[in-house]
């Protein structure tokens, strides 16, 4: 029996492990965690809002998926890699930021970093055919692929919200829309892969069908296909290195031709920005994620526009200084800096 600790456990994500884990014998629930939604017996532990680190130490999961939505997730994801304890990671927002000290936290810790993103799980699952010679990220392009700036000023937050191959939290559907979901997730990849940024690609992939391609140096080029289903992904996050069955039936490949392209980075350029941040390192991926959860929530309540998002973010980016953090407070307050420079900046 697995133990399990979700953390975000009423979100998208969230609510798809639960159907998971009480679909499969070997899994257990023994913690769980929302933001503010109330959780009273969804699992022997529960916690509304806060750090869960002490949730964790009395749960004693062997597997924590953390699954909440944005920066948030920095303190459980920061948990499980210190203590060894196998890290599900949906919360890609925490490794985003946290970078390096991630890494330094999962080498002494010693546990599996074991990826949820559906994209990240396809190149994990490759990646284990030999070593990466570069990645290919597939994007769906989101509601507005093929759109124009000038098409982009005037559309709300509802058009956003209306992703055409997932269902997914608000956040990260507008982050999809953007294309900034697809920026956090090249940086999410060199992260988690170690390759650098200029042998991270990304296609557009407007049916979502290939999740992932990994090069090798011998002109190989293995990809990971199925439906866009996060049950998938989450499944084997948890039982990995095995794999269970999943009520998602396997791809019918005779049932349309797959398309790739070119992602158009003037149009959408929190992808460029957020690779910019990536290569210039430090803090910068921090700041970039910060200044996007902001804005995000902005957008969100009607207060600024769609394609104000990136100017503010590239404002941002323009205005901290980037430094290397040594430690969890100094990635907070880089944190907090880009915070306050968008919220100064739009108010
Ligand atoms: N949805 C997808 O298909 C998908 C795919 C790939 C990756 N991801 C990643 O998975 C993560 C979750 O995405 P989602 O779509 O499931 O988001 P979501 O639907 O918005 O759910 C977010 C979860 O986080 C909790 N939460 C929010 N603020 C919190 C806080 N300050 N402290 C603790 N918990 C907090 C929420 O609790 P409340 O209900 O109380 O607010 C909820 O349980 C994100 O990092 C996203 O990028 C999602």
Not at 13 to 27: H, K, M, S, T
Request: contains cysteine.
């Amino acid at each position: 029996m697995r133990r399990i600790a979700l953390l975000g456990a009423t979100g998208s994500i969230g609510r798809q492990a639960l159907e998971v884990i009480g679909a499969n014998d070997g899994l257990e629930l023994v913690a769980a965690t929302s933001g503010s939604t109330p959780i009273d017996g969804l699992a022997p532990l529960t916690q509304v809002g806060g750090d869960p680190s002490e949730l964790l130490e009395r749960a004693e999961p062997d597997v924590v998926l953390n699954a909440t939505v944005g920066f948030a997730g920095l303190a459980g994801t920061m948990w499980a890699l210190e203590r060894g304890v196998s890290l599900a990671l949906a919360n890609k927002e925490s490794l985003v930021a946290a970078g390096e000290l991630a890494l330094a936290a999962r080498r002494r810790g010693g546990g599996e970093l074991v990826p949820v993103d559906s994209e990240h799980s396809a190149l994990f699952q490759c990646a284990q055919l030999g070593d990466p010679e570069s990645l290919v990220l597939t994007a769906s392009g989101g509601p507005f692929r093929g759109l124009r700036r000038d098409d982009l000023a005037d559309v709300t937050a509802e058009q956003a919200l209306a992703h055409p191959t997932w269902n997914m939290g608000a956040k990260i559907t507008v982050d999809s829309a953007t294309l900034a979901n697809k920026g956090l997730e090249v940086i999410e990849a060199h992260f988690l892969f170690g390759v650098d940024y200029d042998r991270i690609e990304v296609v557009v992939h407007p049916t979502s069908i290939v999740h992932g391609v990994v090069r090798f140096q011998d002109g190989a080029a293995i990809a990971h296909l199925g439906y866009p289903d996060m049950r998938v992904p989450i499944s084997y996050a948890l039982t990995y290195p095995a794999r269970a069955a999943t009520p998602i039936p396997s791809l019918d490949l005779t049932a349309g031709p797959l398309e790739f392209h070119e992602p158009d980075v003037e149009t959408f350029r929190m992808l460029a920005l957020a690779r910019e941040a990536g290569v210039r390192g430090g803090t910068y991926p921090c700041a970039f994620n910060s200044a996007n959860e902001v804005a995000v929530s902005a957008f969100l309540a009607g207060r600024i526009g769609f394609l104000d998002i990136a100017a503010l973010v590239e404002d941002v980016l323009a205005r901290v200084d980037g430094t290397a953090a040594r430690d969890l407070d100094e990635l907070r307050q880089a944190d907090g800096r880009a915070r306050e420079l968008l919220g100064a900046a739009w108010a």
